[in-house]
């Protein structure tokens, strides 16, 4: 009989009390043991759940208290040097200082994990002296059997995973380090066995991407190593997010259990399995579930996939799970009563997935009537959101259908772009501008919750966003910028303001999922056509502009930002939705034109975030995602001058797909990469307008203009002044007002001191 299996289920709760209980203890209104209550509460009512629906093999050691990374690097006594750390226990101050800093020491790095909007803390290996200081897993068992009576399976971060994603050891060290934590991952599988444990899941995700040849000599020594130590143990060695290289010997690795990603990874985990099969003497863990979608399953289909896996693998031998973690889904469906029925009806959520992969093991086990029912009710669910209006819009898919055919050209290239700019704008050289947004101080927030509650009228509040405009106008010339915004006051986020306003979008009530530590993200879901129905900015960039004879930006969030922060559909490719936004968005572009405004900013921020795992899959993306963009701008007149933004330093290795993008100036961070992009334009260079971050606006500090022209005469050693744009990183949102001024008076200031002393020059 195949079994039922989840790889992880969200910690956050269905009303996000996981991060109460956080945010309560951090600001002191919850002792200790109080949150330790809490969460164990949390934790207990998540296994509940999933014995309830009846799961075969529940994860334990999933939850955390911040990240999962986190955990691992505690549990191992891996604490930066900079906390003073002398080994033993980690208590919460400790664990929380090194997540989110304390007033001695800056917290640790934090990234995205894999191709996820999940971003765990970096480990630092320098200085660290590994010890085990709990048995993480073995705690979680334990509690989940003597609460439940649950035999849970535990989960842990494989090593050469956590060593791989770990920072602050050279490529050669890589060896030494798994040697040094070798013993220590063989204390708590030696820990767990003694226990009566017959399983564990080892996460190793890194085999999807970044692994050589080498690394497979280094699992065979680790995986060897681990077997012999605790033989009684059975190990899942566990990936997901895409197909694994090296199947084949991967799957001959001394473990007793192979989990492979039929989702995510689905074509290539299935030409591997078809080709090489599946050695006889192993699980076969296949997820089939997937952990990362909101949608329902086709179960028939899945069933089909499950039927062709019975003929390589016994069922006995196979397990049915979730692709990945649930984590990154939503609670529940339950909660959203105010979605469209078409598309609540065709939604799964981390609780839905339970069920699903409750059903399709009864069906696979050679199911029964209601099985069969379910299959059927799950199918026309799907059918009927397929049918609907909402996804056939036909007038925008005959649209889309022909602009997308045509090479999405502006109708004069840059240089000639640049001169009849030039020749309207009179810029002065290095302009000034900034990001977009100004301070969302709380007043903003409050008066956005007052008409939101429907307390203030459409008027009062259009009053209120053109008070805040006036004010900054004022401000941006006073201070001396050349290039203005009307500062975003009336958007909460960038992506929703847009979707609230385009069709094809949906937004739940509680569809939380984590981000980070206690940040959690809500993204909408474009489950339909994307189609433009009336203008979304120019009300607020009109008033603006009136305002002032210096051009204002209309300020725009680009097609593929909007898609990789939300969910969207699958009936289509992503390369579909993207055009269908940018066919919209251009016509954002358009009616801000025809209001009067010539410059108009696109942002893409996120364009890096859809990149695929895999290197080969690459090109491909960054192509239509690029051509997207310009789908969105390629209409504007040359006397229009197209901006864009970007933010989040990894952005070096794009550099051609960025120029590609035929953006006039672009905006992009470098101030917290230390230069690093800056050292790609010695390599390329680039040759359209581009602003170069000055400062991090991502801390309360006024930076020196010092600091600032520092900067400049870094970038101009390498860019061509001509082209020189003066901006801060980002948009200034989540500063305060005084520092915000304050920190612009500098930036012109350091302007100022640059243009004379390069004036001779351009
Ligand atoms: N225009 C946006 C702002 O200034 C850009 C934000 C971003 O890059 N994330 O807020
Ligand atoms: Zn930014």
Same mark, same amino acid.
């Given at each position: 009989m195949a079994k039922s299996s989840v790889l992880g289920y969200p910690r956050i709760g269905g009303n996000r009390e996981w991060k109460k209980a956080l945010e309560g203890f951090w600001a002191g209104k919850l002792t200790e043991e109080a949150f330790e209550n809490e969460l164990r509460d949390i934790r207990i009512g998540h296994w509940r759940k999933q014995q309830e629906q009846g799961i075969d093999i529940i994860p334990v050691g999933d939850f955390s208290h911040y990240d999962q990374v986190l955990d691992t690097a505690t549990m191992f006594g891996i604490v930066p040097a900079r906390f003073g750390y002398g080994g033993g226990p980690v208590r919460p101050s400790l664990y929380y200082g090194i997540a989110r800093g304390t007033k001695e020491a800056a917290a640790s790095e934090m990234t995205k994990w894999?191709?996820?909007n999940y971003h765990y803390i970096v480990p630092e290996f320098d200085g660290a002296q590994p010890s085990l200081t709990e048995n993480k897993p073995l705690l979680a068992y334990r509690e989940a059997k003597e609460a439940l009576g649950i035999e849970g399976r535990p989960v842990l971060i494989g090593p050469l995973t956590f060593v791989k994603l770990s920072k602050g050891y050279k490529t050669s060290e890589i060896d030494a380090w798994i040697d040094r934590l070798l013993p220590l991952y063989i204390q708590v599988l030696a820990e767990l066995a003694q226990e009566g444990v017959a399983w564990v899941q080892i996460d190793e995700p890194v085999l999807v991407t970044h692994v050589n040849e080498e690394d497979i000599v280094r699992l065979n020594r680790i995986y060897g190593e681990l077997a012999s130590a605790v033989p009684s143990l059975s190990i899942m060695l566990q990936t997901y997010f895409e197909s694994v290289e090296y199947y084949g010997d991967i799957v001959a690795l001394p473990v007793a259990g192979i989990g492979l990603d039929f989702v995510h990874g689905l074509e290539g985990n299935l030409a591997a399995i078809r080709q090489h099969g599946f050695p006889a003497d192993k699980v076969l863990g296949a997820g089939?579930?997937?952990? =990362?979608?909101?949608w329902k399953a086709q179960l028939r289909e899945k069933l089909a996939l499950v039927g062709e896996l019975e003929e390589i693998v016994a069922s006995d031998r196979l397990i049915v799970q979730t692709s990945c973690s649930l984590l990154h889904v939503p609670v529940t469906v339950q909660s959203e009563t105010k979605l469209p029925a078409e598309l609540r009806n065709a939604l799964a959520f981390a609780d839905e997935k339970l069920v699903e992969l409750v059903v399709l093991t009864k069906a696979v086990n050679g199911g029964v009537l209601s099985v069969e029912q379910e299959l059927g009710v799950s199918e026309r669910d799907i059918e009927t959101l397929h049918r609907s209006d909402a996804r056939n819009r036909t007038t925008v898919r005959a649209a889309v259908d022909a602009i997308s055919v045509?090479?999405?050209? =502006?109708?004069? *290239?840059f240089a000639e772009r640049h001169a009849e700019q030039q020749a309207k704008w009179q810029l002065p050289v290095f302009p000034t501008t900034t990001i977009g947004s100004f301070p969302q101080t709380a007043e903003v927030r409050k008066a956005r919750q007052s008409w939101r509650k429907g307390e203030w009228n459409n008027k009062q509040y259009e009053s209120f966003i053109h008070d805040q405009i006036d004010v900054w106008i004022g401000l941006q010339e006073e201070i001396g910028l050349d290039v203005l915004v009307h500062g975003e006051f009336e958007r909460t986020d960038m992506v929703e303001f847009f979707g609230e306003k385009l069709a094809g979008f949906a937004f739940t009530q509680f569809g939380w999922v984590q981000s980070y530590g206690s940040r959690c993200v809500k993204p909408p879901i474009i489950y339909g056509d994307v189609a433009f129905e009336e203008a979304m900015t120019v009300e607020e960039t009109r008033y603006a502009q009136a305002k002032t004879s210096r051009p204002v930006k209309g300020m725009l969030t680009g097609p593929i930002t909007i898609m990789n922060w939300s969910f969207v559909r699958e009936d289509i490719s992503r390369e579909q939705i993207a055009y269908q936004l940018a066919y919209a968005l251009r016509q954002e572009v358009e009616a801000l034109e025809s209001a009067g405004i010539g410059m108009i900013q696109v942002d893409? *921020?996120?364009? =890096?975030?859809?990149? *695929?795992?895999?290197q080969k899959d690459q090109a491909q993306y960054l192509d239509w995602a690029v051509k997207a963009f310009r789908m969105t701008t390629c209409t504007a007149q040359p006397t229009t001058q197209i901006h864009t933004h970007m933010c989040y330093c990894e952005f070096h290795d794009m550099i051609d797909s960025i120029e590609a993008m035929d953006a006039d100036v672009i905006s992009i961070e470098t101030s917290r990469s230390h230069g690093e992009l800056i050292h790609s334009f010695e390599e390329n260079t680039y040759g359209l307008g581009i602003g170069l971050g000055v400062y991090d606006i991502h801390s309360p500090r006024v930076p020196s203009v010092d600091e600032m022209t520092g900067m400049i005469d870094r970038a101009l050693r390498v860019l061509d002044p001509k082209l020189f744009w003066i901006n801060p990183d980002c948009g200034l949102k989540t500063r305060g007002l005084e520092e915000t001024v304050a920190s612009l008076r500098n930036m012109v200031e350091a302007t100022r001191i640059s243009r004379d002393k390069y004036a001779v020059n351009v």
């Open positions: 894999f191709n996820t089939i579930i997937d952990g =990362r979608g909101i045509r090479e999405p050209n =502006r109708s004069k *290239p893409e *921020p996120a364009v =890096r975030e859809g990149l *695929p795992l895999k």
